[in-house]
């Protein structure tokens, strides 16, 4: 039996189960296309919605108040970039830039710190080393709510509330475990021969985590680093605490005009859409990177 | 078996790790995935460390114990360590921990912090009316949305199985995890615009109602109220005041609504032609701006086109028929006696404009939607990865036993997934706890109260106008013993895991 199913898995199977006969592969042919209709539609669920919020940006206040914005493809003549140039004269830019002076130094530190850490969990001995990375584990799921009010005091005491730099710190600590966790599994997965070669040479510590070590974490280091990217770019609640007007980065500067959602609609789309740009290009640059990735994974 | 289990068969990801761009495909599996999960953040241990995902499990040697505390005798001294370690112990410690402790001491303070109330700011959270509404809120959220985007993702992952485009499909729904909830909240308050002329979700549903119920209402039309009018108001219905014969038009003129808002197809009205044998009549728009003769077609009186009419006799309804776009109706084949003419409540009836989703009854369904739109990619990209992992003989192998394609999937493919399954719906309960954006940014301000659920009643306690810092912080530690069961999961799994 099994020599036969290995060779001819064809047959042994309709020998088997004779029900997989002509009228069953129809029906399975017939069930294939119905699968694909059914993910097309599933597919304009996932796709229409950002479609119109893009469609709404680019059309006249008045044609948003008297028509959806699905008419665009019957007439699409009433395209205009209005709402951008209004947007960016509104002083938007400056909420971009924010974005920007918050999203890269917190993105930076989480990788620099983290991977240090991650360094000395995965390759150094110390007492209360598994004790301490325990915490960090648990550290994981803390809400941030619990450190809103605290952090609010600390800062009003340190003179930084409000400022980019309290932002910044706020999101490296809350970046960190996840950060530490996922480092020091790529570390301890590096071969112990290559670090035993570079510790006989003599070599200082902080070179072998320099020269040896954190160059070979480059994928995993890749991969934190747009994570941790996109989850600072798309913080909304850190900044609402943390961030005053000077400071405040897209998300909030798009959420105070939520109020108005009616009226506000010429600001909110293209704002909104601009926001999404940038992590957009990095989700489809690095898409084989994260999503074949986790396919690639699945072999194993 | 063993021979079929050492087959020839490739493991159908084969391909994909061909064309990782990585430079080994270790590397590569254990960052990606673990690294997909980041979205969720604080929740990835829960996938990371499971063990579950076949691409998880690279990231520990064989025997970690062997290979990592072996390294003692050429290490370096604990005292480099601690330099090491110093930036991320010092940022999580006043960051993280130390917030912690300091809330659990200001929860049991009042709002300034001057006074010591004990546990009074624990007996609001469960006695005050608006935040037991929000601890509702949070429990639907976490009795629906996990278990909907699981089984969306899972249903998403079978069906793209086997299809040529799946890598395009996956990465159509895995989007939205790049984008912001704040955009995406954007994104979904346009979807749900109550206006059918503005919100893609209402214009879908009118026009799927009107496919199946005329729309073509007329409200606010009605006849004269004065005795010389032919018509009168009967329970809604518009009924002719004088039972009508056939060959005798029946004229039935209305007020009370704009010449404007005629439907653009509507023509001037006209008497129906006089047919031998046939009850007819006209139904339209009794009024000309500066004159007219009330109760006769004038000049450039509009009919009502789509009006529906009804024969009536004896109480019962005996024919229906529908008027043309000049007004007129006539009824065919109707036996000869004596009728009234109706026009049913139908027609006058405010059209059909769709679900209000923002309103206070909808809008936590509504929010729910937004946020599967957003998770369901991280799920259906995990749970694939979990399938394509399966074995594919255990399959074949039930297949050829005569097991059917459900009977396969029921008892070995659901079994063999359930740990990525577990994954995925712990990572959702948790990140259904702490929701927030999508709730602040979706809920217009007058429905948020119904909208309202723990954290974002914490910020708006806190920070959003409420001022009360106490209360704030006992909020907050609600919400850290919520999630603190999936911290003691995460922390026993990792030390499974070690041993």
């Known amino acids: 039996m099994t020599t036969l199913t290995a060779s001819q898995p064809g047959t042994a199977g309709s020998a088997g189960a004779p029900r997989r006969g002509v009228l069953s592969r129809v029906l399975d042919k017939a069930g294939g296309g119905l699968v694909q209709v059914v993910l097309i539609v599933l597919a304009l669920f996932w796709l229409l919605p950002t479609l119109g919020l893009l469609v709404v940006s680019l059309r006249g206040d008045t044609d948003n108040n008297s028509s959806g914005w699905w008419t665009f493809f019957t007439k699409p003549a009433q395209m205009t970039f209005d709402n951008y140039s209004n947007l960016l004269a509104s002083g938007f830019t400056s909420s971009f830039w924010n974005t920007v002076a918050i999203t890269v130094p917190a993105t930076i530190l989480v990788i620099g710190i983290a991977a240090m850490a991650g360094y000395a969990f995965a390759w150094m001995e110390f007492p209360g080393r598994d004790a301490l990375f325990l915490v960090v584990i648990a550290l994981l799921v803390v809400p941030i709510q619990i450190a809103l009010i605290p952090i609010a005091k600390m800062y009003g005491f340190l003179g930084i509330f409000g400022s980019i730099p309290g932002v910044v710190l706020f999101h490296v600590a809350f970046g960190l475990p996840f950060a530490i966790f996922l480092l020091r599994n790529f570390f301890v997965g590096i071969p112990k021969e290559l670090l035993e070669a570079a510790r006989m040479d003599g070599a200082a510590e902080w070179k072998i985590f320099a020269t040896v070590v954190f160059p070979l974490a480059k994928p995993a280091v890749a991969s934190l680093g747009i994570f941790q990217f996109l989850w600072v770019w798309n913080d909304l609640l850190i900044a609402l605490v943390f961030a005053d007007t000077n400071a405040q980065p897209m998300t909030k500067a798009l959420q105070s005009q939520m109020r108005q959602f009616g009226t506000n609609v010429d600001i909110l789309a293209p704002g909104a859409f601009l926001s999404l740009i940038i992590p957009l290009v990095l989700f489809f640059s690095f898409q084989r990177y994260f999503v074949q990735g986790l396919m690639a994974g699945s072999v194993k | 078996m063993t021979e079929r289990l050492d087959g020839p068969q490739t493991p159908r990801g084969g391909d994909d790790v061909a064309r990782g761009a990585s430079p080994g495909p270790d590397e590569t599996t254990e960052t990606k995935g673990e690294v997909t999960t980041h979205p969720a953040l604080d929740d990835d241990v829960a996938t990371g460390e499971s ?52 809330s659990i001491i200001r929860s049991l303070y009042d709002a300034n912090g001057g006074t010591f109330v004990g546990a009074d700011n624990y007996a609001a959270i469960f006695s005050d009316s608006g935040t037991l509404t929000t601890i509702r809120n949070n429990l639907i959220w976490v009795v629906l949305a996990p278990s909907l985007v699981t089984a969306l993702g899972l249903i998403f992952a079978v069906l793209t199985e086997r299809i040529r485009w799946a890598t395009a499909f996956k990465l159509v729904v895995f989007m939205p995890m790049a984008v912001s909830l704040l955009a995406s909240g954007v994104i979904f308050r346009l979807v749900y615009e109550q206006d059918p002329d503005k919100g893609v979700a209402n214009a879908v549903i009118t026009s799927v109602h009107d496919l199946f119920a005329s729309s073509s209402g007329y409200p606010g039309a009605r006849p004269r109220e004065n005795d010389q009018a032919p018509a009168l108001v009967d329970k809604g219905a518009v009924v002719t005041r004088q039972a009508a014969q056939a060959g005798q038009p029946v004229l039935i003129p209305l007020v009370g609504m704009k010449p404007e808002a005629l439907p653009s197809g509507a023509a001037a009205a006209r008497s129906a032609p006089e047919a031998p044998g046939e009850l007819s009549g006209t139904v339209w728009l009794d009024f000309t701006p500066g004159g007219g003769t009330a109760n006769k077609i004038d000049g450039n009186e509009k009919g009502l086109p789509e009006v529906t009419v009804e024969a009536v006799s004896g109480g019962a309804v005996k024919a229906t028929t529908t008027t043309a776009a000049d007004g007129s109706f006539h009824f065919t084949g109707l036996p000869q006696g004596s009728y009234q003419v109706r026009l049913p409540q139908s027609n006058f009836t405010q059209p059909f404009s769709g679900v209000t989703w923002l309103g206070p009854t909808l809008i936590t369904p509504a929010i729910i939607g937004a946020f599967i739109w957003v998770w369901a990619g991280f799920a259906m990209v995990l749970i694939a990865a979990g399938l394509s992992a399966i074995p594919r003989d255990a399959l074949e192998a039930a297949r050829i036993d ?18 990525v399954l577990l994954v995925v719906l712990v990572t959702m309960i948790i990140n259904t706890l702490k ?65």
């Open chain 2, 435 to 499: 929701v927030f954006d999508l709730v602040f940014v979706i809920a217009p301000g007058s429905v948020q109260p119904q909208a309202n659920v723990i954290a974002l009643e914490m910020w708006r306690v806190s920070f959003g106008g409420g001022g009360n810092q106490g209360l704030g912080s006992a909020l907050a530690i609600f919400l850290l013993v919520l999630v603190l069961p999936f911290m003691a999961i995460n922390i026993r799994r990792f030390r499974r895991e070690q041993a």
């Open chain 2, 51 to 102: 063990g579950a995902l076949p691409q998880l499990a690279t990231g520990g040697p064989a025997s970690p114990k062997a290979r990592y505390g072996g390294s003692g005798n050429l290490g370096p001294a604990p005292k480099v360590a601690v330099f090491f370690l110093l930036p991320a112990v010092v940022l999580l410690g006043a960051w993280v921990v130390y917030p912690i402790v300091y």
């Open chain 2, 402 to 419: 005569g097991a059917t394609e459900w009977q396969v999937f029921r008892s070995i493919t659901i079994p063999l997934l359930s740990p």
